[in-house]
């Protein structure tokens, strides 16, 4: 069993693995029957560049004994390195409109939300710049991609946040939600679409934060656990 959630994104995760392997660590040993990314001085460190969801009993296992660190990478800045149709032509390179958050952890966590209640694990959500590495593909249909992603480069850290718990990523909109709110107040705490703030309220309650307080037409409507 690997820990690497996308094969196209392998660069990333051996560079961060890279970062996390201290003196003294051990990377790729294994463990109760898996194979960790690093161990260093009894800490399991797990990078997961895509959705937690692979990683549920693996990290169901560990952590019964061992306190694990779960990494998860987020790009707040990303440039697009094209390869061009003819091999002689050198690749373009643009910086990309978009910008990551430390809310897009929720894309991944809310595979696992009630798994950030456990002792032993911490997340640790790295805010980064990348590369991420196209290669032109033949379109399928009228609206399909014509490109692939075939890699994700580490370029810089920016920042890291570590989190033990639910209500430490609740904290980072609790002071900007009303008394009851809906999933429209929580994206625009979190300046996110709708989707993701979907994903958010539904780690918060799985997280034992958050509680359903009625509804307003259709939207539920939340309020905090006292």
Not at 53 to 59: E, I
Not at 67 to 93: C, F, I, K, S
Not at 96 to 106: A, I, M, N, T, W
Request: net charge neutral; proline share 4%; charged share 25%.
């Amino acid at each position: 069993m690997t820990s690497i959630g996308e094969l196209n994104e392998r660069s990333l995760h051996r560079a961060l693995k890279e970062r996390y392997a201290v003196t003294g660590s051990e990377t790729e040993r294994v463990v109760d029957g898996f194979v960790t990314d690093v161990v260093a001085g009894g800490r399991i460190v797990e990078v997961q560049t895509g959705s937690f969801g692979p990683l549920r009993n693996k990290l169901l296992r560990l952590l019964d004994a061992h306190p694990v660190t779960l990494v998860h990478p987020v790009a707040r800045d990303r440039y697009l390195v094209r390869a061009a149709e003819d091999p002689a032509l050198p690749a373009t390179r643009r910086r990309s409109p978009k910008h990551g958050s430390v809310f897009d952890v929720f894309a991944a966590l809310v595979s696992i939300p009630s798994l950030l209640a456990h002792p032993n694990l911490t997340l640790e959500v790295v805010m980064t710049v990348e590369e991420e590495v196209r290669t032109p593909r033949e379109r399928r249909g009228r609206w399909g991609r014509d490109w692939s992603r075939v890699d994700r480069r580490l370029v810089d850290v920016v920042e890291t946040h570590t989190f033990e718990s639910m209500a430490d990523l609740f904290a980072l909109v609790d002071a900007h939600l009303p008394e009851t709110f809906t999933t429209s107040h929580i994206a625009t705490a979190m300046r996110s679409s709708r989707d993701l703030a979907q994903q958010a309220a539904y780690c918060f309650r799985e997280g034992g934060v958050i509680e359903l307080s009625g509804k307003s037409g259709n939207a539920l409507v939340y309020r905090r656990v006292t």
